[in-house]
C-alpha cells in the first residue's frame, strides 16, 4: 500500500524506488510471493513502480503473483478532483480499473482481483457479470472480496462463474472482532462487537481464504512509538516476553497470533522494512511454538480486560 511512499501521498518520490526494490527483495529471500496491491495506492504509483522493478529482475517475475483491487473512488485519485469519496462498481469502472492495474504493473493478468468495497448503488448481479468477462478473457484468476459480510459473499457467489477464492478484512491483535464475535453473544461487552458474525466460518467451510489486513497492528504490539495513551503496552509486554522465550523476532508473534487461529487466516503485511519483513517470515514458528494459553493471553492483554 506504500509502496516506496507513504499512503495519502499521490506520486512516489524517485529518492524512494531503492526502498521499494529492497522491500520486495527482502519479501522474495524471505519466501514471499503473494503482493497486494489497489488502483488507489499512491495514486496507482505503488503498481507502477513495482512493474518497474518486477521488468527489471526475471527471477523475482517469474516467482511474483499479484492481486489488485478495484471499486474505491477517491478524489484526485481514482475520482475526479472536489467529487466525494465514494464506491463504485460498474463494469466500465471494474474493466478500467483493472485495465489501468495490468498496464501499471506490466502483467498480463492478476492472480486475483479485489472488490475493494461493496457498492450499494451498482446489483452485484452487474459487478459479477464484468468480473466473469474479465475472468473469461484470462485477465484475473479468481475474485477477492474486501471488507463485506457473508450476505455478500453469497450473493458473489450466487451471481458468479468465477470463484471466489479470498475475502480480506481488519484482522490483527488491535483489531479482535473476528475472535470477540467468536465468544461474546449474549454477554454486555459483545454489543461493541462490529465483525460480521458468522463471516470466517463460512470462509472456511467453503475453502475461501481469509486474509487479514493490517496484521502487524501498524507495529503497536512490537515496538512502534506508542501515539499516545497506554492501550496496548500490557500487550506489547507480553509480545517481547513471548519473543524472548521463543528465540523469535516480536513481529513473527504479533503475526504468529493470527496463524495460531484454526481457519487458515493468511496475514498481509504492510512494512517496507526488509528487517522487519524477515521477520514476519518467521511467524509460522511462532505459531508453533504459541500455547494454547499464551495465545488467550495476548488476546486478554490486547484487550484490556479479562474474557468473561
Ligand atoms: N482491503 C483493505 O481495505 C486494506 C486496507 C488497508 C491495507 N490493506 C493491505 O494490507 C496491507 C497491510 O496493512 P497496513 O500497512 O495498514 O498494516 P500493518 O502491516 O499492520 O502495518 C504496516 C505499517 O506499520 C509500520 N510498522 C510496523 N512495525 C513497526 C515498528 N516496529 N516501528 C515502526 N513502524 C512499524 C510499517 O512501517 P515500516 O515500513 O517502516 O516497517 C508500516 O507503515 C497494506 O499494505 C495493504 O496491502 C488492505
Redesign the pocket.
Known amino acids: 500500500?506504500?509502496l516506496g511512499g507513504s499512503w495519502g501521498q499521490d506520486r512516489i518520490p524517485a529518492a524512494r524506488y531503492d526502498a521499494a526494490r529492497d522491500a520486495m527483495h527482502a519479501a522474495h529471500r524471505a519466501g514471499i510471493t503473494l503482493f497486494?496491491h489497489a488502483d488507489i495506492y499512491i495514486g496507482g504509483d505503488s503498481e507502477t513502480v513495482f512493474g518497474r522493478i518486477l521488468a527489471e529482475d526475471a527471477e523475482l517475475r517469474r516467482d511474483v503473483q499479484v492481486q489488485t483491487?478495484c471499486g474505491i473512488r477517491l478524489p484526485g485519485n481514482t475520482a475526479p478532483e472536489g467529487s466525494p469519496v465514494h464506491y463504485r462498481l460498474d463494469r466500465d469502472t471494474v474493466r478500467s480499473s483493472l485495465e489501468g492495474s495490468l498496464e501499471r504493473l506490466g502483467l498480463d493478468r492478476v492472480e486475483r482481483l479485489f472488490v475493494?468495497r461493496p457498492d450499494p448503488l451498482t446489483p452485484v448481479a452487474a459487478t459479477a457479470a464484468a468480473l466473469d468477462e474479465l475472468h473469461d478473457e484470462g485477465l484475473i484468476g479468481s475474485v477477492g472480496l474486501?471488507?463485506v459480510t457473508p450476505h455478500h459473499v453469497v450473493a458473489f457467489q450466487h451471481h458468479l462463474r468465477t470463484p471466489v477464492t479470498a475475502v480480506?478484512l481488519?484482522l490483527?491483535l488491535a483489531h479482535r472482532d473476528f475472535v470477540e464475535s467468536q465468544v461474546l453473544a449474549n454477554h454486555p461487552d459483545g454489543t461493541a462487537v462490529s465483525f460480521p458474525g458468522g463471516l470466517l466460518a463460512q470462509c472456511a467451510a467453503e475453502e475461501i481464504e481469509i486474509q487479514a489486513?493490517?496484521?502487524?497492528?501498524?507495529?503497536m504490539y512490537?515496538?512502534?512509538p506508542a501515539t499516545g495513551g497506554t492501550a496496548g503496552h500490557g500487550a506489547a509486554a507480553l509480545v517481547a516476553e513471548l519473543a524472548e522465550r521463543m528465540g523469535l523476532p516480536r513481529?513473527a508473534v504479533v503475526v504468529g497470533w493470527l496463524l495460531r487461529h484454526p481457519y487458515g487466516i493468511r496475514p498481509?503485511?504492510?512494512?517496507?522494512?526488509p528487517q522487519?519483513i524477515a521477520a514476519c517470515a518467521q511467524a509460522p514458528r511462532a505459531a508453533e511454538l504459541m500455547t494454547h494459553e499464551d495465545w488467550y493471553a495476548l488476546w486478554t492483554a490486547a484487550r484490556g480486560r479479562p474474557l468473561p
Open positions: 500500500m506504500t497486494d483491487k475493494h474486501s471488507n480480506q481488519q490483527s489486513w493490517g496484521a502487524l497492528a501498524g507495529g512490537s515496538g512502534a513481529e498481509v503485511v504492510g512494512t517496507l522494512d522487519r
